[in-house]
C-alpha cells in the first residue's frame, strides 16, 4: 500500500492514500512517519505521506516544519495547504511560513 502512495498516476496515488487512511488507519502511522523522516522518499510520495499523517491525526510540527522547507516545490506547496488547515498554527511554523 505504501509503495501506491509514489505511483506515477495521481490518481492511483489518492486512491493508495484514500484506501490507507480510511481503511489501514492509524496502524499506519510508523511506517508513514518513516517515509516522512527519510530523506530518500521522492517528493510525490512524500505528499501523499504528509497528507495522510495529517489525516490520521498524526502530523507532528517537525515533519511539516521540514517539508515547508523542502527542495521541491510541490512538498512546499502541499506543505503551506496543511499548514492552512490548522486554525491556530504553532508560531514556529507561521514564521517559517512567512520568510
Keep these: 500500500m505504501l509503495d501506491g502512495l509514489a505511483g506515477p498516476i495521481l490518481h ?10 480510511d481503511r489501514i488507519g492509524k ?7 518513516a517515509l516522512a523522516n527519510n530523506p530518500s522518499t ?5 505528499i501523499q505521506v504528509n497528507w495522510a499523517l495529517y489525516r ?9 516544519f521540514g517539508a515547508l522547507g523542502n527542495p521541491d516545490m510541490g512538498v512546499r506547496m502541499h506543505a503551506y495547504r496543511v499548514l492552512a488547515e490548522y486554525p491556530s498554527p504553532d508560531p514556529k511554523l507561521r514564521v517559517k511560513a512567512v520568510t
Design 56 to 64: 490520521l491525526g498524526a502530523m507532528n510540527k517537525d515533519i511539516l
Design 42 to 46: 521522492p517528493p510525490a510520495q512524500r
Design 27 to 33: 496502524v499506519a502511522v510508523t511506517d508513514l512517519l
Design 12 to 21: 492511483q496515488r489518492m486512491i493508495a492514500t484514500d484506501e490507507l487512511v
